[in-house]
């Protein structure tokens, strides 16, 4: 069973920044396109950036463009996300998902959440104003 485990989520203060993590278990995660998601109280889970397998590919939603950074290091089994910049608006659990079959299928990643087969638990990241 692959597992992922966040972590990196906090209390920040408006302007600042966080770098979350996500650590997956097993030996296919560089055949692996990556997420993070974001969910706020009484809110939609929702993509926030989206990374191939490869890391040549990559996706932001608007809001957080030119603020955040999504990387992985295939070395590690790890996949990044460096936030600056932080608005109380981004204010959310994070949660990390897992992809197995993009590589096969020649996509480069995906936006619906319900393609993404593993997630991890969550971590929350909490934007002071």
């Known amino acids: 069973q692959v597992q992922l485990v966040e972590s990196g989520g906090e209390l920040v203060q408006a302007g600042g920044s966080l770098r979350l993590s996500c650590a997956v278990s097993?030996?296919?995660?560089?055949?692996?396109?990556m997420a993070w998601f974001r969910q706020a109280p009484g809110k939609e889970r929702d993509l926030v950036s989206a990374?191939?397998?490869?890391?040549?590919?990559?996706y932001y939603t608007d809001s957080v463009k030119g603020r955040f950074t999504i990387s992985r290091d295939n070395a590690k089994n790890t996949v990044y996300l460096q936030m600056n910049s932080l608005k109380p608006e981004d204010t959310a659990v994070y949660f990390c998902?897992?992809?197995?079959?993009?590589?096969?299928?020649?996509?480069?990643?995906?936006?619906?959440?319900?393609?993404?087969?593993?997630w991890g638990q969550g971590t929350q990241v909490t934007v002071s104003s």
């Open positions: 998902a897992a992809n197995p079959s993009a590589y096969y299928r020649g996509t480069p990643y995906y936006s619906g959440s319900h393609e993404y087969t593993y």
């Open positions: 097993g030996r296919a995660f560089n055949r692996y396109s």
């Open positions: 990374i191939s397998w490869s890391g040549g590919n990559t």
